[in-house]
């Protein structure tokens, strides 16, 4: 049990100044905030005992805030890492589920026909190229030849020509013409 501190009769217990309610302003309540907190410091028995008892929280503050910090650094580290654990977990499962895919034979059957275009022997498979730019309204053919007019494939140049320059020897020329001439002072202003 705590025993109570014991005051001298010399000394008399200090008064209590009763409190005073503050008008609902904001400023004045500010006022009557500071006016308490003073009230208050003046109430306590400062002594060496109090000093150093406020003087040892503050350093213990200053000494475990930076662990503390650490510590909230590392509980959020973990926790980063454990959901990245999870979500190579839920991959890894998910890889797992597709491996098993591969020993069933018709899934098999249909990504080779999807991914590789394979048929079974007999059968004929159908491969619409460019099928986006289909005009259903063209009664002229096959889409094959539709496709062909677009790029006017159906027409072979009968003539033959040749370029005036050999490009060949011009880029020799230019990079020797690079390695021996000097820039003009015109050139370099």
Same mark, same amino acid.
């Given at each position: 049990?705590? +025993? ?11 008064? +209590?100044?009763? +409190?005073?309610? !503050?008008?609902?302003?904001?400023? !004045? ?15 306590? &028995? ?11 929280? $503050? ?22 890492? %454990? ?14 589920? @597709?491996?098993?895919?591969? &020993? &069933?034979?018709?899934?098999? %059957?249909?990504? !080779? ?17 460019? /099928?986006?730019?289909? @005009?259903?309204? &063209?009664?002229?053919?096959? $889409? ?30 230019? $990079? $020797? %013409? /690079? ?11």
């Amino acid at each position: 049990m705590a +025993r109570r501190p014991v005051r001298s009769a010399a000394k008399p217990a200090p008064k +209590r100044a009763s +409190r005073v309610k !503050a008008p609902a302003r904001g400023g !004045a309540n500010v006022k009557a905030g500071l006016a308490d907190t003073r009230e208050w410091l003046s109430s306590i &028995d400062w002594n060496a005992r109090t000093a150093t008892v406020l003087i040892m929280i $503050v350093l213990g503050v200053f000494t475990l805030a930076p662990a503390v910090q650490n510590w909230f650094t590392y509980q959020q580290k973990i926790a980063d890492m %454990r959901t990245q654990v999870q979500q190579t977990k839920d991959a890894l499962a998910q890889m797992k589920t @597709d491996l098993k895919r591969w &020993d &069933d034979p018709v899934y098999v %059957r249909t990504q !080779a026909r999807q991914r590789l275009y394979y048929v079974l022997p007999g059968e004929i498979s159908y491969l619409v190229m460019d /099928a986006g730019s289909v @005009d259903t309204s &063209d009664t002229s053919g096959t $889409v094959g030849a539709m496709l062909a007019d677009k790029r006017n494939n159906l027409e072979i140049s009968k003539s033959i020509t040749s370029t005036k320059d050999n490009w060949v020897d011009e880029i020799v020329g230019s $990079v $020797v %013409r /690079a390695g021996i001439e000097q820039p003009s002072a015109d050139a370099t202003k």
